[in-house]
């Protein structure tokens, strides 16, 4: 990639507002379980973070809405998952630099 496409106004925005809908813990731990996984229901994301169903539910929709989360639906359930792949790196990255060893 070329000096100028890195500072390219559009793939700046557009990345930051990846990074500004990351930007919360309960995100940072549903992006953490969706990169462990393929994909997961609200319900299965809910009860492993065991937090309310309205919560996962409204922090799923703001990680849709910004791009960072895709979603399928398969009978009654919304099947969630990382829109890129490479999301995965960006998540191994903030676990590495939160690693309090």
């Known amino acids: 990639m070329k000096n100028k496409d890195l ?19 309960l995100r940072v731990a549903i992006l953490n379980l969706l990169s462990e996984n393929k994909k997961l229901t609200v319900t299965e994301i809910h009860q492993s973070l065991n937090i309310e169903q309205s919560t996962t539910s409204h922090h799923l929709g703001i990680l849709k ?11 009654k359930n919304s099947y969630y998952f990382l829109q890129n792949s490479n999301l995965k790196h960006i998540i191994e990255c903030l676990n590495k630099c939160t690693d309090c060893d």
């Open 65 to 75: 809405d910004k791009g960072v989360l895709l979603s399928e639906r398969d009978g």
């Open 7 to 25: 500072f390219n106004p559009e793939r700046l925005q557009k990345a930051s507002k990846i990074l500004k809908a990351m930007a919360h813990p």
